[in-house]
């Protein structure tokens, strides 16, 4: 009921607000009051919108970013509705360069060109009333349908940049950097680029050169050791393990580098590649192979390691000599490593020593104009050498396992784990064989101190006295140790039938121990304790039963299978449970009577050629005589007889063990 006036008046201030980039008079807000805002106008203006928007429209502020690249990324922006009637963003990157870039307008510069009858479908006409209106509802919805992408268009320039290539001619004979002159940023580029060629050029000779020299150091290494080296032995495994262990090491190296690279280039502060280098731990490599083979090998190992980094590290003079320092303190730390917590004890030391190790080289370099001064530099280098213990026995821990699985090597932790009483084995021996167990357990700690005595495994030598006579818990009745109610077995059969089951406990034994899954090195003691001894009370029963015109005796039948000890710790096993069984079958266990027993144990052995292959010296025998009797007579020394009462005490040692005086004045002792 508004009048006409008054309509005009509410119509104008609603276009206003919603169309506030569109001016329109009172002659066309009569027109559209008129014709009630028909369909026919709604038309011409949705095709007005989609001729205009097709056209590339951009924000008024990003023109004049647009303008400071000659190549630009945007982002094609378009709105759609979604079936829950939210406006979704479907975002399409394009690459416009300047051509395309002329034909971007703003959003003003669109609408200005909108009142002139621009941007417009060829079916509408500036000039008639509708058309116009049209026209104007159409310039003041219009929006950016593209979005200059700033990131993007960084990006891609910086990418343009680093592939642009300069290219400097240099004459052959061309003086680069005169003497006395001012050395460049452009010539030290020349220098690189020259070095770089020449390397593409001489990369076959020099990967031919690399395999030669690490052939050749491997090689002369490998017979001096074989050759000088006294306990350097490695077999087949040893020397597959060692090799491959050495190309994981200077593939560690490789990585090491880039990686120190990456670091130091994307680091906020100002890291010393130099000084990090040291932090990637080779002497992990020396440290495992002490840990599994032995030092001997651990040596040689760190010397061909010493050479191969030389051969790596070529500008830096003090990582070799760095890496073989690193590697033999790596290799003494570990030396009596019998448990995981030892080998993390041994990284600790390991970084110690590199802390002393580099500031020294730091200080030895400290003139050189490569080497940064300073406190921060100092301790960088602390740094890494700590970080260079850590890896090492991180390393270790690792790789341990893993070298025992692939390999079949046995560290001393596993020998530990072996030496447990509560492995299945050693109670099955206790529960069967009680006696052969006793046995066991003493010729176990007579292994041990004649090994330590001679500088052995004693820890090997130990674990496989435990296990060495397995074998008899399959007839435990058979041997005498094991015999309580005094009935011998052996009575009532013939002496070949008795050689044969007390031979047969040696490949029982290797059954067992196969069966279980104890270590190779375990199981070849089981057969080698026995090499090919005689069973000499049988044989000699069996001479003494036949009648020689009437059969011949085969001492074959009465021999141990073999082989003969091929380690120090096999040959050391075999004399003490000889000696074991020798000594207790003594009356009189006095010191003098078991030295004259055990010496006569170990020098017919030697003297039967059963320690042939295992590598005892002379000097080892008689270190080996001095621990078994020590140990013989700590376990079968003399006490005083206890009286009983009523008994007249004559002579009570003292509590120095200090007896009564003799006539001539001299003390009288008594062992207790």
Not at 369 to 394: H, Q, R
Not at 496 to 509: D, N
């Amino acid at each position: 009921k508004a009048t006409e006036a008054e309509a005009i008046a509410i119509f104008s201030k609603i276009w206003k607000e919603h169309f506030p980039y569109s001016e329109i008079g009172e002659t066309e807000l009569k027109f559209l009051i008129s014709e009630n805002f028909s369909e026919a106008i709604e038309d011409k203006i949705i095709a007005a919108t989609k001729e205009i928007m097709s056209n590339p429209i951009v924000a008024n502020e990003d023109k004049a970013r647009l303008a400071s690249w000659d190549t630009i990324i945007v982002r094609s922006l378009s709105e759609n509705l979604s079936e829950e009637g939210d406006n979704i963003e479907n975002v399409l990157e394009e690459e416009w360069d300047q051509s395309k870039k002329a034909d971007i307008k703003t959003v003003d510069e669109i609408r200005e060109e909108v009142k002139k009858g621009g941007y417009l479908p060829e079916s509408l006409e500036i000039d008639k009333r509708e058309d116009r209106i049209a026209a104007l509802v159409a310039a003041s919805i219009i929006k950016p349908n593209f979005s200059y992408d700033e990131s993007a268009t960084l990006k891609k320039r910086r990418d343009i940049l680093e592939n642009i290539k300069v290219e400097i001619n240099i004459k052959r004979g061309e003086t680069i950097v005169r003497g006395g002159s001012l050395y460049t940023e452009r010539d030290k580029t020349i220098i690189e680029r020259i070095r770089e060629q020449k390397e593409k050029q001489s990369l076959p000779l020099e990967m031919m050169g690399s395999f030669l020299i690490i052939c050749t150091i491997y090689l002369v290494v490998y017979f001096f050791g074989k050759r000088h080296v006294r306990r350097f032995a490695p077999n087949k495994t040893d020397v597959v393990f060692m090799g491959v262990l050495m190309l994981v090491m200077l593939l560690l190296l490789r990585f090491g580098i880039y990686i120190i690279r990456i670091v130091s280039e994307h680091a906020t502060s100002n890291i010393p590649n130099s000084v990090l280098i040291y932090a990637i731990p080779l002497a992990a490599g020396t440290m495992l192979v002490r840990f599994i083979v032995n030092a001997e090998s651990a040596s040689l190992f760190a010397v061909v390691l010493a050479a191969f980094t030389g051969i790596v590290m070529e500008r830096n003079i003090y990582f070799p000599s760095f890496t073989l320092a690193s590697s033999f303190a790596a290799a003494v730390a570990v030396s009596r490593a019998d448990r995981r917590g030892a080998v993390v004890q041994a990284g600790v030391v390991i970084g110690a020593i590199n802390i002393v190790v580099l500031l020294s080289i730091h200080f030895v370099n400290v003139s050189s104009v490569d080497e940064p001064s300073g406190i921060i530099n100092m301790i960088w280098y602390v740094v890494s050498a700590i970080l260079n213990g850590v890896g090492c026995f991180m390393f270790v821990l690792i790789a341990a396992p893993i070298a025992e699985s692939v390999f079949g090597y046995t560290t001393d932790i596993k020998l530990l784990e072996l030496a447990n009483m509560n492995n299945p084995l050693l109670r099955e021996l206790l529960i069967r064989a009680p006696g052969t167990f006793n046995h066991s357990h003493l010729v176990g700690l007579l292994a041990e101190a004649a090994t330590e005595a001679i500088g052995a495994n004693a820890l090997l030598a130990r674990v496989g006295a435990l296990y060495h006579d397995i074998g008899k818990t399959t007839k435990p009745e058979y041997f005498i140790e094991n015999l309580i109610d005094g009935q011998n077995p052996h009575e009532s059969l013939s002496p070949y039938m008795s050689a044969l089951i007390v031979a047969s406990h040696v490949k029982e034994g290797i059954e067992l121990a196969r069966e279980n899954k104890l270590p190779e090195v375990i199981v070849s003691m089981i057969p080698e304790h026995h090499g090919t001894k005689q069973i000499g009370f049988f044989y000699k029963k069996a001479r003494e039963s036949s009648d020689p015109a009437l059969q011949k005796i085969d001492e074959k039948d009465f021999r141990y299978p073999g082989p003969k000890p091929r380690t120090r710790e096999a040959g050391v096993l075999m004399l003490a449970d000889s000696a074991e069984a020798a000594i207790r079958s003594l009356s009189d266990k006095n010191p003098t009577r078991i030295r004259q027993v055990v010496e006569n144990v170990i020098n017919k052995t030697f003297a039967e050629g059963e320690l042939s292959n295992c590598e005892l010296t002379l000097k080892d025998l008689s270190d080996i005589a001095d621990a078994f009797v020590k140990v013989f007579t700590g376990i079968y020394h003399q006490r005083v007889s206890y009286p009983s009462e009523g008994d007249k005490i004559e002579n009570v040692p003292d509590l120095n063990g200090v007896g009564k005086k003799d006539e001539n004045g001299n003390s009288e002792s008594h062992s207790g």
